[in-house]
């Protein structure tokens, strides 16, 4: 029984249209999903990432307009490392977000960059056999686009609290320092920690994590849920997210873990070609659909390009 990486990171702004303008006008992501959180269903859970949705490239936002910065600390995921081809890649993109008003930061075969909101990023160059999951954009070169996520990175006041549950429970494997990897039979990613900042501001925010989730197929979730109960955890029940399903958890060191399933995914509501062009909900909450419809902000999505290319 294996986790097979990342399966998606979900985090929040505080200002869904503008958060579209950027994942998907500048970083070139695909809106797959337009849907709401289903805990708080007047905000919208927006979900980007490759062409087809495809878990291990899933980054989603819970809107709370206007909600105020948050600022990472002990218990948070700081930064989302993605994955690059090559150095080339690395110079388009500072180039890009440079003519976008965005300041990156080169770092040997890295290049760190904050959104407008200031959820931190990297990309990576990454030798892997994992398959390049990426998007279409016509700003974008192919050889040059995002590929998966690499890994994120953790503040731990004191990682060594989690290393029974990433390493036993969890299966995670150590690969130095406070790294580790998260490898299954198809797809891989890396969790790291950091040393947490002083306390001093820290809180949830816009442009800050929400959670992390690692990928599970279907008929392992219950037993993953047993194991972390089994080492001192209290996860949820299976909870039915329609597109997947799901267990939460924190973790010793205070980030929020999800456990989420390799399916259905995002095409059992709608055609591949056409993935979050409307709003998108799960049958339980279709009776609010006219409602949300006049009361969530519009979007800028789908792009006239996009539009154009599927008629």
């Known amino acids: 029984m294996k986790l097979e990486g990342i399966h998606h990171i979900s985090a929040i702004t505080g200002d869904a249209p503008g958060n579209v303008e950027f994942y998907v006008g500048v970083i070139g992501l695909r809106m797959v999903k337009r ?37 990472p600390g002990a218990g948070m995921v700081h930064r989302i490392v993605w994955r690059v081809s090559s150095a080339d890649a690395l110079d388009f993109w500072q180039e890009r977000l440079e003519a976008k008003g965005i ?17 931190g990023h990297e990309l990576v160059t990454t030798a892997t056999d994992d398959e390049p999951l990426t998007a279409d954009s016509p700003d974008i070169p192919g050889e040059h686009a995002l590929q998966g996520f690499a890994g994120v990175r953790a503040y731990s006041a004191d990682p060594m609290r989690s290393e029974q549950l990433l390493g036993e429970t969890l299966g995670f494997a150590r690969r130095g320092g406070e790294g580790w990897e998260v490898r299954g039979d198809a797809r891989g990613s890396f969790y790291a920690y950091d040393q ?16 992390v989730a690692f990928a599970s197929l279907k008929d392992d979730l219950e037993a993953w849920r047993l194991r972390v109960v089994s080492a001192g955890g209290r996860p949820t029940p299976v909870i039915d997210r329609f597109y997947f399903q799901s267990v939460y958890f924190v973790e010793p060191s205070g980030v929020l873990f999800e456990l989420a399933t390799l399916g ?17 909900l799960p049958p339980s909450f279709e009776s609010m659909r006219e409602r949300l419809e006049d009361t969530l902000r519009p979007l800028p999505y789908p792009p006239a390009w996009r539009m154009a290319s599927s008629s």
Do not use: C, W
């Open 35 to 71: 849907t709401v959180n289903q805990d708080e269903p007047n905000v919208y859970h927006l979900f980007y990432g490759d062409e087809k949705g495809s878990p291990g490239m899933d980054l989603t936002f819970f809107e709370y307009p206007g909600a105020a910065p948050g600022v």
């Open 103 to 119: 300041s990156p930061r080169r770092s040997g075969d890295s290049l760190l960059f904050r959104d407008p909101e200031g959820l």
């Open 264 to 280: 259905p995914g995002f095409a059992v509501d709608e055609d591949e070609e056409h993935l979050g062009e409307r709003l998108s």
């Open 196 to 211: 947490a900042p002083p306390e001093i501001n820290r809180r949830q925010g816009a442009g800050t994590v929400h959670h």
